[in-house]
């Protein structure tokens, strides 16, 4: 073969093998725990018409790459290009990513194989038939216990046609990828400063129903990526409440990220949106968890309603019901089962109001809970009043007349169906200052349900309220063991009385730190003159008295109780001048005054807290202060662990302390919350404490260093160690 004929071989063997190189994609690259390389689903690009390419990435078992938003920790792959002219780069289009959570961080991202896919728009100049050099250097990070960054200079070679021509192995591939879809709906989002919250219609009916649904930032810093976000549904709209990161300072502008939604069938959707974060405005009540299902909710009512008999809140109108019972210990069978019966229906009734008072106000935007009633002075006012007459009625001081039949039955036990109805309201009324165990968890779950579901919850606290008593009416054989009428019953009476005025005492103290001493003599001159009144009604509106007589003293008494119902509104719209100071009463243990902003202060600053939700008008919270917190052990115990202890007061209104109570789920009190570094979510303490509940809590979260600042180091290779916050 001649030297001409040589040259012309090698110059086809060299076509051959630029055209091989244009059409064929580069050959992975090794680094590290991972292969790298740059793939395009198109063999050849089409002048001004947009294609992909992808960063494709093969991982050794057990290693992971991040998304967008990494998480706690990580960095995204990113790609830095050296494109020709006029050649534009959009940004990277991410898959769907798998959330990991390895307590106490949360990351997302990609393990096995990952497609990091781009567009790119070539410009419409370019000549049919010349070859384009894509090419750039990719970065990463890739972890599994510990993290290495990586990087690597890649290019993809490809010919330019009048046309795109697919890759045959590559194109099913990009084809494959799992993407987001976009949201077809409107997403409406809030921020108080300690929470977002998110609002968006509840999926078509038609498929499976809903049964959770997660948000996943797609800017770092923002969310508490491993912080439960409660979900509720609120007619017909689905509330998500995410926690901030306690590392954010600034507010953002918008939510961006994705939505996953899963139904009853474990069908999984993600949906991205943007979301402009609307000013500042407190989120509402939310924080009805998953973990609490509307049967549990049904169950633990119930139960809480059946408990509340034991607490001392119920414990005087408790006593006068066994007294109703002594008087029927020898009525015929019905007439007990009708006594309960209609006993049942005045609780029934009465929690009915009170849900729907509840529901009304909050519709209306208030933020109430369980025994709001009674952070109004007016209401505590009215609630005094009654408890005082009817303190006197049973020592004795007078006698109702025939007009109020069926109030005197109540205060004497008699037999009237009127006095059973009134029982049973009175029983609920006095029942409010206390929250019985599994009530506060059924409570919040009802509040953040549609209407006709809270009212199903407080009939069921109602009928298990009422339970005891119906059964006790239903049963003869249980009458038989009621002791005898006798003589003995005025006495019990008379007792009995001296109870109720116990009670009028402990309403006067909580009025007194609502409204002060000055408001405090305004409401002691009114129940004077009730007194007076009724002592006019027992002197002279008796059997022998003559007509003119009666009605004098009934004239006279009307009028004495308008005065006092004007004097005692008056002392009820004093200014609160004690709730304020009530927080920071000393003890052994040196309560602060809550507030959110210092229990973010103190969790940067890796402090443990206790915070104790509590009321005045809480007889619950204060037989726990009583039996739990002055127990010397748990005194010393806050000393030892250096426990900040927070006291949210809820004696009087305040949408603060509604809002806190609702992040956990609850609009009642008490609520005791135990929060530590050792540990992701708060503790969350019973209803009724003893000094071992609480030093048992305590004493879970003994493992915590000296500084209370607990870190982990995250080795990565070549650079200096991160510290991430644990």
Same mark, same amino acid.
């Given at each position: 073969?001649?030297?001409?004929?040589?040259?012309?071989?090698?110059?086809?063997?060299?076509? +051959?093998?630029?055209?091989?190189?244009?059409?064929?994609?580069?050959?992975?690259?090794?680094?590290? !725990?991972?292969?790298?390389?740059?793939?395009?689903?198109?063999?050849?690009?089409?002048?001004?018409?947009?294609?992909?390419? $992808?960063?494709? =990435?093969?991982?050794?078992?057990?290693? !992971? %790459?991040?998304?967008?938003?990494?998480?706690?920790?990580?960095?995204?792959?990113?790609?830095?290009?050296?494109?020709?002219?006029?050649?534009?780069?959009?940004?990277?289009?991410?898959?769907?990513?798998?959330?990991?959570?390895?307590?106490?961080?949360?990351?997302?991202?990609?393990? @096995?194989?990952?497609?990091?896919?781009?567009?790119?728009?070539?410009?419409?100049?370019?000549?049919?038939?010349?070859?384009?050099?894509?090419?750039?250097?990719?970065?990463?990070? &890739?972890?599994?216990?510990?993290?290495?960054?990586?990087?690597?200079?890649?290019?993809?070679?490809?010919?330019?046609?009048? !046309? %795109?021509?697919?890759?045959?192995?590559?194109?099913?591939?990009?084809?494959?990828?799992?993407?987001?879809?976009?949201?077809?709906?409107?997403?409406?989002?809030?921020?108080?400063?300690? @929470? =977002?919250?998110?609002?968006?219609?509840?999926?078509?009916?038609?498929?499976?129903?809903?049964?959770?649904?997660?948000?996943?930032?797609?800017?770092?810093?923002?969310?508490? !990526?491993?912080?439960?976000?409660?979900?509720?549904?609120?007619?017909?709209?689905?509330?998500?409440?995410?926690?901030?990161?306690?590392?954010?300072?600034?507010?953002?502008?918008?939510?961006?990220?994705?939505? &996953?939604?899963?139904?009853?069938?474990?069908?999984?959707?993600?949906?991205?949106?943007?979301?402009?974060?609307?000013?500042?405005?407190?989120?509402?009540?939310?924080?009805?968890?998953?973990e609490t299902s509307f049967w549990q909710a049904i169950l633990f009512a119930f139960i809480g309603g059946l408990i509340l008999n034991l607490m001392p809140c119920v414990l005087p109108v408790l006593s006068l019901k066994i007294l109703g019972f002594v008087n029927h210990a020898d009525a015929t069978h019905t007439k007990p089962l009708h006594h309960g019966m209609i006993f049942t229906a005045g609780v029934l009734v009465s929690f009915w109001l009170l849900a729907g008072t509840l529901l009304f106000l909050k519709a209306g935007g208030e933020q109430l809970g369980w025994?709001?009633?009674?952070?109004?002075?007016?209401?505590?006012?009215? #609630?005094?009043?009654?408890?005082? +007459? =009817?303190?006197?009625?049973?020592?004795? +001081?007078?006698?109702? $007349?025939?007009?109020?039949?069926?109030?005197?039955?109540?205060?004497?036990?008699?037999?009237?169906?009127?006095?059973?109805?009134?029982?049973?309201?009175?029983?609920?009324?006095?029942?409010?200052?206390?929250?019985?165990?599994?009530? $506060?968890?059924?409570?919040?779950?009802?509040?953040?349900?549609?209407?006709? #579901?809270?009212?199903?919850?407080?009939?069921?606290?109602?009928?298990?309220?009422?339970?005891?008593?119906?059964?006790?009416?239903?049963?003869?054989?249980?009458?038989?063991?009621?002791?005898?009428?006798?003589?003995?019953?005025?006495?019990?009476?008379?007792?009995?009385? =001296?109870?109720?005025?116990?009670?009028?005492?402990?309403?006067?103290?909580?009025l007194g730190i609502q409204i002060g001493t000055a408001g405090l003599i305004f409401i002691l001159a009114a129940l004077l003159l009730l007194a007076v009144a009724g002592w006019i009604i027992g002197r002279w509106d008796t059997l022998v008295a003559t007509t003119r007589a009666k009605l004098l003293a009934r004239g006279s008494a009307l009028v004495l109780a308008a005065a006092a119902l004007v004097i005692g509104i008056s002392g009820a719209s004093f200014e609160n001048v004690a709730v304020a100071t009530r927080s920071n009463e000393k003890g052994a243990i040196a309560?602060?005054?809550?507030?959110?902003?210092?229990?973010?202060?103190?969790?940067?600053?890796?402090?443990?807290?206790? #915070?104790?939700?509590?009321?005045?008008?809480?007889?619950?919270?204060?037989?726990?202060?009583?039996?739990?917190?002055?127990?010397?052990?748990?005194?010393?115990?806050?000393?030892?662990?250096?426990?900040?202890?927070?006291?949210?007061?809820?004696?009087?209104?305040?949408?603060?302390?509604?809002?806190?109570?609702?992040?956990?789920?609850?609009?009642?009190?008490?609520?005791?919350?135990?929060? @530590?570094?050792?540990?992701?979510?708060? #503790?969350?303490?019973?209803?009724?404490?003893?000094? $071992?509940?609480?030093?048992?809590?305590?004493?879970?979260?003994?493992?915590?260093?000296?500084?209370?600042?607990?870190?982990?180091?995250?080795?990565?290779?070549?650079?200096?160690?991160?510290?991430?916050?644990?």
């Amino acid at each position: 073969m001649d030297l001409q004929k040589r040259l012309l071989w090698m110059t086809c063997l060299f076509a +051959l093998a630029l055209t091989l190189a244009a059409t064929v994609q580069a050959l992975p690259t090794r680094v590290g !725990h991972l292969e790298v390389e740059l793939v395009s689903p198109v063999r050849t690009v089409q002048p001004g018409q947009p294609f992909e390419v $992808g960063l494709h =990435f093969t991982l050794d078992d057990h290693w !992971h %790459l991040y998304w967008q938003n990494p998480g706690d920790a990580g960095l995204p792959p990113k790609m830095t290009w050296s494109l020709p002219d006029g050649f534009v780069v959009e940004p990277i289009r991410w898959p769907i990513p798998e959330k990991t959570i390895t307590p106490p961080l949360a990351s997302y991202g990609y393990s @096995h194989e990952l497609i990091v896919p781009l567009r790119i728009t070539p410009p419409p100049t370019l000549a049919v038939g010349q070859t384009v050099t894509l090419s750039g250097k990719a970065s990463w990070l &890739v972890c599994r216990e510990e993290c290495v960054p990586g990087d690597a200079q890649l290019s993809l070679m490809l010919e330019v046609a009048d !046309h %795109l021509q697919p890759d045959s192995i590559w194109a099913p591939k990009f084809a494959a990828i799992q993407y987001p879809s976009e949201a077809d709906f409107a997403v409406q989002s809030d921020f108080d400063g300690t @929470h =977002f919250q998110l609002r968006f219609p509840l999926p078509d009916k038609s498929t499976a129903a809903l049964v959770l649904a997660e948000f996943y930032s797609g800017d770092r810093g923002v969310i508490d !990526h491993i912080a439960s976000q409660p979900i509720s549904i609120v007619d017909g709209s689905v509330q998500l409440t995410i926690p901030k990161n306690e590392y954010l300072i600034d507010r953002p502008d918008s939510l961006q990220g994705l939505l &996953v939604l899963t139904n009853s069938d474990s069908t999984k959707s993600y949906v991205q949106f943007v979301s402009s974060l609307s000013e500042d405005q407190p989120v509402a009540v939310t924080a009805t968890t998953t973990e609490t299902s509307f049967w549990q909710a049904i169950l633990f009512a119930f139960i809480g309603g059946l408990i509340l008999n034991l607490m001392p809140c119920v414990l005087p109108v408790l006593s006068l019901k066994i007294l109703g019972f002594v008087n029927h210990a020898d009525a015929t069978h019905t007439k007990p089962l009708h006594h309960g019966m209609i006993f049942t229906a005045g609780v029934l009734v009465s929690f009915w109001l009170l849900a729907g008072t509840l529901l009304f106000l909050k519709a209306g935007g208030e933020q109430l809970g369980w025994g709001f009633q009674l952070q109004s002075p007016i209401f505590l006012v009215v #609630i005094t009043s009654f408890i005082f +007459l =009817f303190g006197l009625n049973l020592l004795g +001081l007078f006698e109702l $007349g025939t007009s109020f039949a069926s109030a005197g039955a109540v205060a004497a036990g008699k037999t009237g169906f009127g006095g059973s109805f009134l029982n049973g309201v009175t029983a609920t009324i006095v029942a409010t200052p206390c929250t019985a165990p599994f009530m $506060g968890s059924a409570l919040g779950y009802s509040l953040a349900q549609p209407a006709w #579901i809270a009212m199903l919850i407080f009939t069921s606290i109602a009928l298990g309220m009422a339970a005891p008593y119906l059964a006790l009416s239903a049963s003869p054989k249980l009458l038989r063991y009621v002791p005898r009428p006798g003589r003995w019953m005025e006495t019990f009476k008379q007792f009995l009385g =001296f109870v109720l005025l116990a009670t009028v005492l402990w309403l006067l103290w909580v009025l007194g730190i609502q409204i002060g001493t000055a408001g405090l003599i305004f409401i002691l001159a009114a129940l004077l003159l009730l007194a007076v009144a009724g002592w006019i009604i027992g002197r002279w509106d008796t059997l022998v008295a003559t007509t003119r007589a009666k009605l004098l003293a009934r004239g006279s008494a009307l009028v004495l109780a308008a005065a006092a119902l004007v004097i005692g509104i008056s002392g009820a719209s004093f200014e609160n001048v004690a709730v304020a100071t009530r927080s920071n009463e000393k003890g052994a243990i040196a309560w602060e005054t809550f507030t959110p902003e210092r229990v973010e202060e103190l969790r940067t600053a890796g402090k443990p807290i206790f #915070i104790d939700f509590t009321a005045a008008w809480c007889l619950s919270c204060q037989v726990n202060e009583k039996v739990a917190f002055s127990s010397a052990d748990v005194q010393q115990r806050f000393l030892d662990l250096g426990i900040v202890p927070l006291k949210a007061d809820w004696t009087a209104r305040d949408q603060v302390i509604a809002q806190a109570l609702a992040r956990f789920g609850r609009n009642s009190v008490p609520l005791y919350v135990l929060y @530590h570094n050792s540990a992701t979510e708060p #503790i969350l303490l019973p209803e009724i404490l003893t000094p $071992g509940i609480v030093l048992e809590a305590l004493n879970s979260i003994t493992d915590l260093p000296a500084n209370n600042s607990p870190t982990r180091q995250v080795t990565i290779h070549g650079e200096e160690p991160l510290k991430e916050r644990s």
